[in-house]
């Protein structure tokens, strides 16, 4: 499993970056996770979107998937697109109307396979329904939180995983429906996974090096497990 950070920001980019986007590959698969702002001026340096298996949002604030707006206009046949069922927001609405994507619904109950991939789903905690989501081959586990604020149900749903990435890069004095980097090493500490800690706010952020078993997501760069 190989995981490439092109956007760590959110909800806006500093100065030449660009907001959450991730691009998840195992062996033939490759996967985009969220979609946001930026995005479509970097995947190419990594893959052409017409390879892509499917894409997975984890929610439809504008900073997780608003690229796919100017996307649809260069999609010669729809790429499968995985979306929240509560369809939040005007930006949902818009995608769906863009009819470029063959979109499969999901909420938490959902499982699937692509290849010999299992995916699964917990619901968080955040103004838009949002969700986590855990990539299980035989013998290697991935799970990206997307926004949610800390809960106990969230890590549990980490346990067994290698590494999780996780949308946790607030001060610990910050409350906002986001988790700081305690939260993440709190993560650590309890399931034992390696915790890469991205969307990142543009200014002020958390410091993930201060605490053991983080790591602070840096873009244009990839994660092996």
Do not use: W
């Amino acid at each position: 499993m190989k995981l490439t950070v092109l956007g760590k920001y959110g909800p806006f980019p500093a100065l030449g970056g660009a907001t959450s986007g991730y691009l998840f590959e195992h062996n033939d698969v490759k996967i985009m996770i969220d979609y946001g702002c930026g995005i479509n001026g970097r995947i190419d340096e990594y893959v052409a979107v017409e390879n892509l298996n499917a894409i997975i949002l984890s929610h439809t604030h504008f900073d997780h998937a608003s690229d796919l707006l100017v996307l649809s206009y260069r999609l010669k046949k729809p790429i499968k697109l995985y979306m929240p069922k509560s369809k939040d927001g005007d930006l949902a609405d818009a995608i769906i109307n863009t009819n470029a994507y063959d979109i499969v619904y999901y909420d938490e109950n959902t499982e699937f396979f692509i290849d010999d991939l299992a995916f699964s789903f917990c619901k968080g905690i955040h103004p838009f329904t949002s969700y986590s989501l855990k990539i299980k081959s035989i013998d290697k586990t991935f799970v990206y939180t997307g926004d949610t604020v800390y809960t106990d149900a969230l890590v549990e749903f980490c346990k067994g995983a290698g590494l999780v990435l996780a949308d946790a890069m607030q001060r610990e004095d910050v409350k906002n429906p986001h988790m700081t980097v305690l939260d993440a090493s709190n993560i650590h500490k309890i399931s034992g996974a390696t915790v890469l800690c991205s969307h990142a706010p543009a200014q002020n952020s958390g410091d993930p090096t201060k605490y053991e078993g983080l790591i602070e997501a840096e873009e244009f760069t990839s994660y092996t497990l």
